[in-house]
Protein backbone atom coordinates (compact mmCIF):
# COMPACT_ATOMS: atom_id res chain seq x y z
CA UNK A 1 0.00 0.00 0.00
CA UNK A 2 1.66 2.97 -1.31
CA UNK A 3 1.92 6.33 1.67
CA UNK A 4 0.69 9.57 0.04
CA UNK A 5 0.77 13.04 2.15
CA UNK A 6 -1.00 16.12 1.60
CA UNK A 7 1.45 18.18 3.21
CA UNK A 8 4.60 17.21 4.24
CA UNK A 9 6.81 19.62 6.45
CA UNK A 10 10.39 18.86 6.10
CA UNK A 11 11.56 20.91 8.85
CA UNK A 12 15.84 21.40 8.57
CA UNK A 13 17.17 21.33 4.57
CA UNK A 14 20.57 19.30 5.02
CA UNK A 15 21.52 16.58 3.28
CA UNK A 16 19.17 14.15 4.92
CA UNK A 17 15.99 16.54 4.23
CA UNK A 18 16.43 17.59 0.91
CA UNK A 19 16.96 13.94 -0.13
CA UNK A 20 13.82 13.30 1.52
CA UNK A 21 11.66 15.98 -0.15
CA UNK A 22 13.61 14.46 -3.37
CA UNK A 23 12.47 10.90 -2.45
CA UNK A 24 8.61 11.59 -1.55
CA UNK A 25 9.19 13.65 -4.83
CA UNK A 26 10.34 11.15 -7.23
CA UNK A 27 7.80 8.39 -6.02
CA UNK A 28 4.80 11.23 -6.06
CA UNK A 29 4.14 10.55 -2.68
CA UNK A 30 3.23 14.00 -1.33
CA UNK A 31 1.08 17.02 -3.10
CA UNK A 32 3.33 19.54 -1.19
CA UNK A 33 6.93 19.76 0.28
CA UNK A 34 7.50 22.79 2.69
CA UNK A 35 10.78 23.27 4.08
CA UNK A 36 11.90 25.19 7.25
CA UNK A 37 15.52 26.58 8.06
CA UNK A 38 17.20 28.69 9.74
CA UNK A 39 19.48 30.00 6.75
CA UNK A 40 17.73 31.47 3.91
CA UNK A 41 20.53 30.32 1.44
CA UNK A 42 19.83 26.57 2.55
CA UNK A 43 16.21 27.19 1.77
CA UNK A 44 17.03 29.12 -1.53
CA UNK A 45 19.02 26.06 -2.90
CA UNK A 46 16.81 23.54 -1.58
CA UNK A 47 14.10 25.30 -4.17
CA UNK A 48 16.83 25.79 -6.41
CA UNK A 49 16.93 21.41 -6.46
CA UNK A 50 13.65 21.21 -6.11
CA UNK A 51 13.94 19.30 -3.19
CA UNK A 52 10.77 21.58 -1.14
CA UNK A 53 7.83 23.17 -3.10
CA UNK A 54 7.69 26.34 -0.53
CA UNK A 55 9.64 27.42 2.31
CA UNK A 56 9.97 29.05 6.12
CA UNK A 57 11.86 30.48 8.28
CA UNK A 58 10.13 28.88 11.18
CA UNK A 59 9.66 26.09 12.03
CA UNK A 60 6.06 25.92 13.49
CA UNK A 61 5.05 28.26 9.78
CA UNK A 62 5.91 25.37 7.85
CA UNK A 63 4.39 22.69 10.11
CA UNK A 64 0.60 24.32 10.63
CA UNK A 65 -1.78 22.13 9.24
CA UNK A 66 0.99 19.75 7.58
CA UNK A 67 -0.32 16.08 7.47
CA UNK A 68 3.68 14.35 7.96
CA UNK A 69 6.19 16.30 9.72
CA UNK A 70 9.81 15.37 9.33
CA UNK A 71 13.00 16.90 12.00
CA UNK A 72 15.58 16.99 9.66
CA UNK A 73 17.69 19.53 11.86
CA UNK A 74 21.04 18.67 14.03
CA UNK A 75 20.20 16.23 17.10
CA UNK A 76 20.20 18.90 19.44
CA UNK A 77 17.93 21.20 18.17
CA UNK A 78 15.14 18.11 17.81
CA UNK A 79 13.40 19.04 21.42
CA UNK A 80 13.46 22.79 20.94
CA UNK A 81 11.72 22.10 17.44
CA UNK A 82 9.01 19.60 19.25
CA UNK A 83 7.99 22.59 21.93
CA UNK A 84 7.93 25.03 19.17
CA UNK A 85 5.71 22.87 16.59
CA UNK A 86 3.53 21.08 19.08
CA UNK A 87 0.61 24.31 19.08
CA UNK A 88 0.11 23.79 15.14
CA UNK A 89 0.12 20.33 15.11
CA UNK A 90 -3.30 18.89 14.04
CA UNK A 91 -4.60 15.38 15.55
CA UNK A 92 -4.01 13.58 12.20
CA UNK A 93 -0.62 14.64 12.04
CA UNK A 94 2.71 12.08 12.21
CA UNK A 95 5.67 13.43 13.09
CA UNK A 96 8.99 11.78 13.40
CA UNK A 97 12.78 13.03 13.46
CA UNK A 98 15.87 11.82 11.91
CA UNK A 99 18.81 12.47 15.01
CA UNK A 100 21.22 9.63 15.49
CA UNK A 101 20.13 9.22 19.28
CA UNK A 102 17.07 9.00 20.46
CA UNK A 103 16.36 8.48 24.13
CA UNK A 104 16.45 11.80 25.39
CA UNK A 105 13.87 12.97 22.10
CA UNK A 106 11.13 9.97 22.62
CA UNK A 107 11.73 10.96 26.35
CA UNK A 108 10.74 14.39 25.75
CA UNK A 109 7.78 14.01 23.57
CA UNK A 110 6.44 11.08 25.53
CA UNK A 111 6.56 13.51 28.49
CA UNK A 112 5.46 16.93 26.68
CA UNK A 113 3.05 15.46 23.88
CA UNK A 114 -0.64 14.73 24.12
CA UNK A 115 -0.81 10.50 24.37
CA UNK A 116 -1.16 8.45 22.22
CA UNK A 117 1.29 10.32 20.89
CA UNK A 118 1.43 11.19 17.66
CA UNK A 119 5.30 12.08 17.51
CA UNK A 120 7.39 8.12 16.69
CA UNK A 121 11.45 8.70 16.74
CA UNK A 122 13.38 7.27 13.74
CA UNK A 123 16.83 7.07 12.78
CA UNK A 124 17.57 6.59 8.97
CA UNK A 125 21.06 5.03 9.12
CA UNK A 126 21.85 7.43 5.87
CA UNK A 127 24.53 10.02 5.61
CA UNK A 128 27.87 10.60 3.90
CA UNK A 129 30.79 12.67 4.39
CA UNK A 130 29.14 15.54 2.17
CA UNK A 131 26.34 18.05 3.16
CA UNK A 132 24.15 20.33 2.78
CA UNK A 133 20.98 20.43 0.18
CA UNK A 134 22.89 21.04 -2.78
CA UNK A 135 24.11 17.26 -2.75
CA UNK A 136 20.76 15.29 -1.68
CA UNK A 137 19.57 12.83 -3.70
CA UNK A 138 16.85 10.81 -4.29
CA UNK A 139 18.02 7.63 -3.62
CA UNK A 140 19.88 8.22 -0.25
CA UNK A 141 17.61 5.87 1.61
CA UNK A 142 17.25 3.06 -0.59
CA UNK A 143 18.60 -0.24 1.40
CA UNK A 144 19.25 1.80 4.67
CA UNK A 145 18.39 0.65 7.94
CA UNK A 146 15.87 3.07 9.50
CA UNK A 147 15.50 2.40 13.09
CA UNK A 148 11.47 3.65 14.21
CA UNK A 149 10.77 3.67 17.72
CA UNK A 150 8.33 1.03 19.43
CA UNK A 151 6.24 1.71 22.54
CA UNK A 152 2.82 1.12 23.53
CA UNK A 153 2.13 5.17 24.68
CA UNK A 154 2.66 5.55 20.70
CA UNK A 155 -0.48 6.25 18.11
CA UNK A 156 -0.94 3.61 15.89
CA UNK A 157 -1.91 5.44 13.26
CA UNK A 158 1.15 7.72 13.33
CA UNK A 159 3.29 4.94 13.93
CA UNK A 160 2.45 3.06 10.52
CA UNK A 161 3.06 6.19 9.40
CA UNK A 162 6.06 7.18 9.85
CA UNK A 163 7.30 3.59 9.10
CA UNK A 164 5.30 3.74 5.80
CA UNK A 165 7.28 6.52 5.09
CA UNK A 166 10.61 4.97 5.31
CA UNK A 167 9.67 1.83 4.15
CA UNK A 168 8.41 3.55 0.65
CA UNK A 169 11.55 5.68 0.06
CA UNK A 170 13.75 1.91 0.15
CA UNK A 171 14.46 1.76 3.57
CA UNK A 172 14.74 -1.38 5.70
CA UNK A 173 12.91 -0.55 9.06
CA UNK A 174 13.69 -1.86 12.44
CA UNK A 175 11.65 -1.29 15.29
CA UNK A 176 13.15 -0.92 18.13
CA UNK A 177 12.96 0.89 22.04
CA UNK A 178 14.71 3.95 22.18
CA UNK A 179 17.03 3.04 24.61
CA UNK A 180 17.66 -0.24 23.60
CA UNK A 181 18.67 1.94 19.66
CA UNK A 182 21.36 4.31 21.80
CA UNK A 183 22.70 1.68 23.95
CA UNK A 184 23.49 -0.41 20.53
CA UNK A 185 24.55 2.84 18.17
CA UNK A 186 26.63 3.78 21.17
CA UNK A 187 28.63 0.42 20.93
CA UNK A 188 28.13 -0.07 17.05
CA UNK A 189 29.18 3.44 15.71
CA UNK A 190 29.53 6.16 18.34
CA UNK A 191 32.35 4.63 20.78
CA UNK A 192 34.22 2.84 17.53
CA UNK A 193 34.72 6.78 16.30
CA UNK A 194 36.55 7.96 19.55
CA UNK A 195 38.27 5.20 19.89
CA UNK A 196 39.63 5.27 16.20
CA UNK A 197 40.17 8.36 17.14
CA UNK A 198 42.14 7.89 19.35
CA UNK A 199 44.09 5.31 17.22
CA UNK A 200 45.02 8.04 14.98
CA UNK A 201 46.86 10.33 17.24
CA UNK A 202 48.72 7.23 19.42
CA UNK A 203 50.44 7.16 15.23
CA UNK A 204 51.03 10.27 14.86
CA UNK A 205 52.26 11.07 18.37
CA UNK A 206 55.18 8.39 18.03
CA UNK A 207 57.69 11.68 17.28
CA UNK A 208 57.75 14.24 14.83
CA UNK A 209 61.34 12.84 13.90
CA UNK A 210 59.23 9.79 12.98
CA UNK A 211 56.38 10.76 11.23
CA UNK A 212 57.76 9.81 7.61
CA UNK A 213 58.21 6.48 8.63
CA UNK A 214 55.00 6.33 10.26
CA UNK A 215 52.91 6.87 6.85
CA UNK A 216 55.62 4.87 5.03
CA UNK A 217 54.20 1.75 7.14
CA UNK A 218 50.48 2.09 7.56
CA UNK A 219 48.92 -0.46 5.87
CA UNK A 220 45.24 -1.60 4.87
CA UNK A 221 44.38 -2.34 8.67
CA UNK A 222 45.00 1.08 9.88
CA UNK A 223 43.58 2.85 7.15
CA UNK A 224 40.54 0.74 8.06
CA UNK A 225 40.35 1.04 11.77
CA UNK A 226 41.01 4.89 11.43
CA UNK A 227 38.95 5.79 8.49
CA UNK A 228 35.97 7.27 10.33
CA UNK A 229 38.79 9.30 12.05
CA UNK A 230 38.26 11.81 9.34
CA UNK A 231 34.40 12.65 10.06
CA UNK A 232 33.48 15.97 11.53
CA UNK A 233 34.44 16.98 14.67
CA UNK A 234 31.37 19.28 15.05
CA UNK A 235 28.71 15.95 14.27
CA UNK A 236 30.71 13.77 16.75
CA UNK A 237 30.59 16.26 19.30
CA UNK A 238 26.97 16.33 18.76
CA UNK A 239 25.81 12.62 18.85
CA UNK A 240 28.22 12.24 21.99
CA UNK A 241 26.68 15.11 24.06
CA UNK A 242 22.85 13.52 23.03
CA UNK A 243 24.17 10.12 23.82
CA UNK A 244 26.57 10.93 26.73
CA UNK A 245 24.92 7.74 29.10
CA UNK A 246 25.45 5.13 26.94
CA UNK A 247 28.82 5.95 25.71
CA UNK A 248 30.28 6.34 28.89
CA UNK A 249 29.08 3.49 30.46
CA UNK A 250 30.06 1.53 27.15
CA UNK A 251 33.60 3.41 27.73
CA UNK A 252 33.66 1.51 30.88
CA UNK A 253 33.22 -1.48 29.86
CA UNK A 254 35.91 -1.00 26.93
CA UNK A 255 38.06 0.69 29.25
CA UNK A 256 37.93 -2.13 31.41
CA UNK A 257 38.88 -5.05 28.63
CA UNK A 258 42.11 -2.93 27.08
CA UNK A 259 43.12 -2.97 31.08
CA UNK A 260 42.93 -6.55 31.00
CA UNK A 261 44.71 -7.57 27.90
CA UNK A 262 47.39 -4.72 28.84
CA UNK A 263 48.01 -6.94 31.99
CA UNK A 264 47.79 -9.57 30.24
CA UNK A 265 50.58 -8.45 27.67
CA UNK A 266 52.48 -7.22 30.08
CA UNK A 267 52.70 -10.93 32.14
CA UNK A 268 53.41 -12.17 28.89
CA UNK A 269 50.36 -14.91 29.37
CA UNK A 270 50.18 -16.13 26.06
CA UNK A 271 46.93 -18.34 26.92
CA UNK A 272 44.98 -15.11 28.21
CA UNK A 273 46.29 -13.11 24.73
CA UNK A 274 44.86 -15.74 22.87
CA UNK A 275 41.70 -16.20 24.00
CA UNK A 276 41.25 -12.50 23.82
CA UNK A 277 41.92 -12.30 20.43
CA UNK A 278 39.81 -15.41 19.64
CA UNK A 279 36.86 -13.65 21.71
CA UNK A 280 37.25 -10.75 19.86
CA UNK A 281 37.19 -13.07 16.48
CA UNK A 282 33.97 -14.51 17.41
CA UNK A 283 32.47 -11.68 18.46
CA UNK A 284 33.71 -10.15 14.55
CA UNK A 285 31.69 -13.10 13.75
CA UNK A 286 28.63 -12.73 15.58
CA UNK A 287 27.55 -9.12 15.33
CA UNK A 288 28.85 -8.86 11.34
CA UNK A 289 29.73 -11.95 9.23
CA UNK A 290 26.64 -14.21 10.22
CA UNK B 1 72.04 -4.17 -10.96
CA UNK B 2 70.38 -7.59 -10.58
CA UNK B 3 70.85 -9.75 -7.14
CA UNK B 4 72.38 -13.18 -8.32
CA UNK B 5 72.60 -16.03 -5.56
CA UNK B 6 74.13 -19.26 -6.10
CA UNK B 7 72.47 -21.12 -2.78
CA UNK B 8 69.42 -19.78 -1.19
CA UNK B 9 68.39 -21.82 1.79
CA UNK B 10 64.73 -20.66 3.18
CA UNK B 11 63.56 -21.54 6.82
CA UNK B 12 60.04 -21.86 7.13
CA UNK B 13 58.34 -23.14 3.84
CA UNK B 14 54.82 -21.55 4.95
CA UNK B 15 53.36 -18.61 2.63
CA UNK B 16 56.00 -16.16 2.91
CA UNK B 17 58.76 -18.22 2.53
CA UNK B 18 57.46 -20.35 -0.52
CA UNK B 19 56.24 -17.24 -2.00
CA UNK B 20 59.77 -15.87 -2.21
CA UNK B 21 61.43 -19.19 -3.33
CA UNK B 22 58.69 -18.31 -6.00
CA UNK B 23 59.44 -14.77 -6.54
CA UNK B 24 63.67 -15.63 -7.03
CA UNK B 25 62.92 -18.50 -9.45
CA UNK B 26 61.00 -16.53 -11.84
CA UNK B 27 63.30 -13.78 -12.00
CA UNK B 28 66.40 -15.88 -12.09
CA UNK B 29 68.04 -14.62 -8.87
CA UNK B 30 69.01 -17.99 -7.24
CA UNK B 31 70.41 -21.16 -9.04
CA UNK B 32 69.76 -23.59 -5.96
CA UNK B 33 67.17 -22.84 -3.26
CA UNK B 34 67.20 -25.25 -0.54
CA UNK B 35 63.68 -25.46 2.03
CA UNK B 36 63.89 -25.97 5.56
CA UNK B 37 61.20 -27.01 7.70
CA UNK B 38 59.78 -29.58 10.76
CA UNK B 39 56.93 -30.82 8.66
CA UNK B 40 57.63 -33.47 5.97
CA UNK B 41 54.19 -32.64 4.78
CA UNK B 42 54.69 -28.85 4.42
CA UNK B 43 58.17 -29.53 2.35
CA UNK B 44 56.55 -31.87 0.01
CA UNK B 45 53.88 -29.22 -0.94
CA UNK B 46 56.84 -26.53 -1.52
CA UNK B 47 58.54 -28.67 -3.43
CA UNK B 48 55.47 -30.02 -5.28
CA UNK B 49 54.67 -26.10 -5.84
CA UNK B 50 58.33 -25.74 -6.98
CA UNK B 51 58.88 -22.91 -4.30
CA UNK B 52 61.91 -24.89 -3.79
CA UNK B 53 64.44 -27.78 -4.95
CA UNK B 54 65.48 -29.67 -2.26
CA UNK B 55 64.21 -29.72 1.57
CA UNK B 56 66.05 -30.60 5.29
CA UNK B 57 64.29 -30.99 8.29
CA UNK B 58 67.07 -29.58 10.04
CA UNK B 59 68.13 -25.78 9.48
CA UNK B 60 71.44 -26.08 9.71
CA UNK B 61 71.69 -28.09 7.14
CA UNK B 62 69.66 -26.15 4.84
CA UNK B 63 71.97 -22.92 5.65
CA UNK B 64 75.11 -24.83 5.18
CA UNK B 65 77.36 -23.45 2.48
CA UNK B 66 73.89 -20.79 1.40
CA UNK B 67 75.16 -17.78 0.25
CA UNK B 68 72.13 -16.08 0.94
CA UNK B 69 69.45 -17.91 4.27
CA UNK B 70 66.05 -15.89 4.84
CA UNK B 71 64.20 -17.45 7.87
CA UNK B 72 60.60 -17.54 7.21
CA UNK B 73 59.29 -19.04 10.94
CA UNK B 74 57.12 -17.55 13.08
CA UNK B 75 58.95 -14.60 15.20
CA UNK B 76 59.63 -16.87 18.38
CA UNK B 77 61.47 -19.25 16.94
CA UNK B 78 63.61 -16.96 14.67
CA UNK B 79 66.33 -16.42 17.55
CA UNK B 80 66.91 -20.28 17.87
CA UNK B 81 67.09 -20.52 14.04
CA UNK B 82 70.23 -18.09 14.59
CA UNK B 83 71.44 -20.24 17.12
CA UNK B 84 71.09 -23.08 15.46
CA UNK B 85 72.92 -22.24 11.98
CA UNK B 86 75.74 -19.89 13.20
CA UNK B 87 78.40 -22.36 13.33
CA UNK B 88 77.73 -23.00 9.28
CA UNK B 89 77.67 -19.80 8.31
CA UNK B 90 80.55 -18.54 5.66
CA UNK B 91 82.20 -15.33 5.84
CA UNK B 92 80.26 -14.16 2.88
CA UNK B 93 76.75 -14.94 3.75
CA UNK B 94 73.94 -12.63 4.30
CA UNK B 95 71.03 -13.20 6.73
CA UNK B 96 67.94 -12.07 6.77
CA UNK B 97 64.43 -13.21 8.48
CA UNK B 98 60.73 -11.70 8.32
CA UNK B 99 59.21 -11.61 11.49
CA UNK B 100 56.95 -8.56 12.56
CA UNK B 101 58.48 -7.48 15.44
CA UNK B 102 62.55 -6.93 15.26
CA UNK B 103 64.03 -5.41 18.42
CA UNK B 104 64.56 -8.80 20.12
CA UNK B 105 65.96 -11.14 17.09
CA UNK B 106 67.86 -7.90 16.18
CA UNK B 107 69.63 -7.14 19.47
CA UNK B 108 70.07 -11.31 20.15
CA UNK B 109 72.12 -11.51 16.49
CA UNK B 110 74.30 -7.94 17.37
CA UNK B 111 75.04 -10.23 20.72
CA UNK B 112 76.13 -13.56 19.52
CA UNK B 113 77.10 -13.34 16.14
CA UNK B 114 80.68 -11.54 14.87
CA UNK B 115 81.00 -8.18 14.24
CA UNK B 116 80.50 -6.88 11.54
CA UNK B 117 77.31 -8.56 11.66
CA UNK B 118 76.22 -10.66 8.68
CA UNK B 119 72.72 -10.70 9.99
CA UNK B 120 70.40 -7.99 9.17
CA UNK B 121 66.83 -7.96 10.27
CA UNK B 122 63.63 -7.42 7.88
CA UNK B 123 60.04 -7.55 7.84
CA UNK B 124 58.27 -7.41 4.77
CA UNK B 125 54.61 -6.14 5.43
CA UNK B 126 52.96 -8.63 3.14
CA UNK B 127 50.55 -11.51 4.58
CA UNK B 128 46.94 -12.63 3.74
CA UNK B 129 44.66 -14.20 5.68
CA UNK B 130 45.56 -17.68 3.66
CA UNK B 131 48.79 -19.57 5.15
CA UNK B 132 50.85 -22.78 4.08
CA UNK B 133 53.13 -23.16 0.82
CA UNK B 134 49.98 -24.11 -1.34
CA UNK B 135 49.24 -20.49 -1.34
CA UNK B 136 52.46 -19.17 -2.10
CA UNK B 137 52.49 -16.98 -4.99
CA UNK B 138 55.82 -15.36 -7.06
CA UNK B 139 54.00 -11.60 -6.85
CA UNK B 140 53.29 -11.55 -2.97
CA UNK B 141 56.38 -9.37 -2.32
CA UNK B 142 55.49 -6.70 -5.51
CA UNK B 143 54.52 -2.63 -4.07
CA UNK B 144 55.05 -4.57 -0.40
CA UNK B 145 56.66 -2.23 1.90
CA UNK B 146 59.59 -4.09 3.53
CA UNK B 147 61.82 -2.75 6.47
CA UNK B 148 65.53 -3.57 6.74
CA UNK B 149 67.36 -2.76 9.60
CA UNK B 150 69.88 -0.17 9.73
CA UNK B 151 72.66 0.54 12.00
CA UNK B 152 76.26 0.61 12.16
CA UNK B 153 77.02 -2.56 13.38
CA UNK B 154 75.83 -4.16 10.28
CA UNK B 155 78.12 -5.93 7.64
CA UNK B 156 77.60 -3.23 4.07
CA UNK B 157 78.00 -6.47 1.93
CA UNK B 158 74.86 -8.37 3.80
CA UNK B 159 73.27 -5.01 4.33
CA UNK B 160 73.39 -4.40 0.52
CA UNK B 161 72.80 -8.68 -0.32
CA UNK B 162 69.43 -8.24 1.82
CA UNK B 163 67.91 -4.86 1.14
CA UNK B 164 68.73 -5.69 -3.14
CA UNK B 165 67.07 -9.17 -2.15
CA UNK B 166 63.89 -7.45 -1.46
CA UNK B 167 64.08 -4.80 -4.04
CA UNK B 168 64.56 -7.18 -6.59
CA UNK B 169 61.32 -9.05 -5.66
CA UNK B 170 59.62 -6.36 -5.58
CA UNK B 171 59.57 -4.19 -2.41
CA UNK B 172 59.89 -0.82 -1.04
CA UNK B 173 62.58 -0.87 1.17
CA UNK B 174 62.58 1.49 4.10
CA UNK B 175 65.70 1.42 6.25
CA UNK B 176 65.05 1.78 10.27
CA UNK B 177 66.69 1.21 13.53
CA UNK B 178 65.00 -1.91 15.39
CA UNK B 179 63.73 0.05 18.06
CA UNK B 180 61.79 2.38 16.05
CA UNK B 181 60.03 0.12 13.75
CA UNK B 182 58.92 -1.36 17.21
CA UNK B 183 57.69 1.48 18.87
CA UNK B 184 55.72 2.40 14.93
CA UNK B 185 54.18 -1.32 14.09
CA UNK B 186 52.57 -1.74 18.08
CA UNK B 187 51.09 1.75 17.17
CA UNK B 188 49.96 1.30 13.55
CA UNK B 189 49.19 -2.47 13.87
CA UNK B 190 49.45 -4.39 17.06
CA UNK B 191 47.65 -2.12 19.31
CA UNK B 192 44.72 -1.64 16.49
CA UNK B 193 44.14 -5.29 16.35
CA UNK B 194 43.62 -5.16 19.98
CA UNK B 195 41.63 -2.44 19.80
CA UNK B 196 39.42 -3.98 17.31
CA UNK B 197 38.98 -6.63 19.08
CA UNK B 198 37.67 -5.31 22.17
CA UNK B 199 35.29 -3.18 20.09
CA UNK B 200 33.79 -6.27 18.48
CA UNK B 201 33.23 -7.95 21.95
CA UNK B 202 31.74 -4.59 23.07
CA UNK B 203 29.08 -4.95 20.42
CA UNK B 204 28.66 -8.55 20.66
CA UNK B 205 28.34 -8.55 24.52
CA UNK B 206 25.31 -5.78 24.47
CA UNK B 207 23.49 -8.96 25.97
CA UNK B 208 22.06 -11.92 23.72
CA UNK B 209 18.47 -10.94 23.33
CA UNK B 210 19.48 -7.61 21.56
CA UNK B 211 22.17 -9.19 19.35
CA UNK B 212 19.94 -9.86 16.19
CA UNK B 213 19.13 -5.75 16.40
CA UNK B 214 23.19 -4.83 16.70
CA UNK B 215 23.22 -7.03 13.17
CA UNK B 216 20.54 -5.21 11.95
CA UNK B 217 22.14 -1.77 12.88
CA UNK B 218 26.17 -2.74 12.44
CA UNK B 219 27.54 -0.06 9.16
CA UNK B 220 30.35 0.14 7.02
CA UNK B 221 32.37 2.16 9.81
CA UNK B 222 31.87 -1.21 12.30
CA UNK B 223 32.65 -3.32 9.54
CA UNK B 224 35.87 -1.27 8.77
CA UNK B 225 37.19 -0.83 12.33
CA UNK B 226 36.25 -4.45 13.40
CA UNK B 227 37.91 -6.02 10.08
CA UNK B 228 41.20 -6.98 11.54
CA UNK B 229 39.99 -8.59 14.49
CA UNK B 230 39.12 -11.27 12.02
CA UNK B 231 43.16 -12.26 11.83
CA UNK B 232 44.28 -15.78 13.28
CA UNK B 233 44.86 -15.34 17.49
CA UNK B 234 47.72 -17.36 17.50
CA UNK B 235 49.37 -15.08 15.16
CA UNK B 236 48.53 -12.09 17.30
CA UNK B 237 49.00 -13.68 20.65
CA UNK B 238 53.06 -14.25 18.93
CA UNK B 239 53.08 -10.76 17.65
CA UNK B 240 52.30 -9.35 21.20
CA UNK B 241 54.57 -11.60 22.90
CA UNK B 242 57.49 -10.74 21.00
CA UNK B 243 56.85 -6.72 20.73
CA UNK B 244 55.24 -6.62 24.66
CA UNK B 245 57.02 -3.42 25.72
CA UNK B 246 56.09 -1.23 22.82
CA UNK B 247 52.67 -2.25 22.76
CA UNK B 248 51.97 -2.42 26.86
CA UNK B 249 53.81 1.56 26.60
CA UNK B 250 51.26 2.09 23.31
CA UNK B 251 48.18 0.89 26.01
CA UNK B 252 49.08 3.19 28.44
CA UNK B 253 48.88 6.00 26.44
CA UNK B 254 46.11 5.16 24.63
CA UNK B 255 44.30 4.67 28.04
CA UNK B 256 45.01 7.87 29.12
CA UNK B 257 43.59 9.34 25.73
CA UNK B 258 40.48 7.14 26.00
CA UNK B 259 39.99 8.26 29.92
CA UNK B 260 40.32 11.89 29.24
CA UNK B 261 37.56 11.78 26.28
CA UNK B 262 35.50 9.71 28.81
CA UNK B 263 35.99 11.88 31.20
CA UNK B 264 34.92 14.54 28.55
CA UNK B 265 31.85 13.18 27.47
CA UNK B 266 30.81 12.06 30.89
CA UNK B 267 31.23 16.24 31.98
CA UNK B 268 29.41 17.28 28.39
CA UNK B 269 32.45 19.12 27.72
CA UNK B 270 31.61 20.08 24.26
CA UNK B 271 35.04 22.14 23.21
CA UNK B 272 37.22 19.21 25.07
CA UNK B 273 35.24 16.92 22.87
CA UNK B 274 35.14 18.49 19.60
CA UNK B 275 39.28 19.35 19.85
CA UNK B 276 39.38 15.33 20.78
CA UNK B 277 37.84 14.91 17.23
CA UNK B 278 39.97 17.18 15.80
CA UNK B 279 43.07 16.26 17.10
CA UNK B 280 41.92 12.63 15.36
CA UNK B 281 40.82 14.09 12.18
CA UNK B 282 44.46 15.84 12.12
CA UNK B 283 46.20 13.15 12.85
CA UNK B 284 44.44 10.05 10.61
CA UNK B 285 45.15 12.93 7.73
CA UNK B 286 48.75 13.52 8.95
CA UNK B 287 49.34 9.47 9.14
CA UNK B 288 47.35 8.08 5.71
CA UNK B 289 45.74 11.20 3.52
CA UNK B 290 49.33 12.85 2.84
Same mark, same amino acid.
Given at each position: ? &?? *?????? /?? =?? !????? @? $??? +? #? &?? *?????? /?? =?? !????? @? $??? +? #????????????????????????????????????????????????????????????????????????????????????????????????????????????????????????????????????????????????????????????????????????????????????????????????????????????????????????????????????????????????????
Amino acid at each position: M &KQ *RFDTVA /II =GV !GLLGS @S $LGL +A #L &KS *RGMACH /IR =GA !GHRQT @S $LDT +A #LRVNAVDSVFLNPRDAADGADLIVICTPANLVCGVLDNILPVCSRAVAVTDVASTKLDICNHARETWPAPSRFVGSHPMAGSEKFGPEHGYPELYEGCVTVVEEGAHLDPGAHAAVAGLWRTVGANVVEMAPAVHDVIVARTSHIPHVVAAALARLAAEVGDASLDKVRALVGPGFRDVTRIAASRPEIWRDICLTNHDPIVSGLDKFLEQIHLIRDAIAGEQADAIERFFQYGRDARQNTVDR
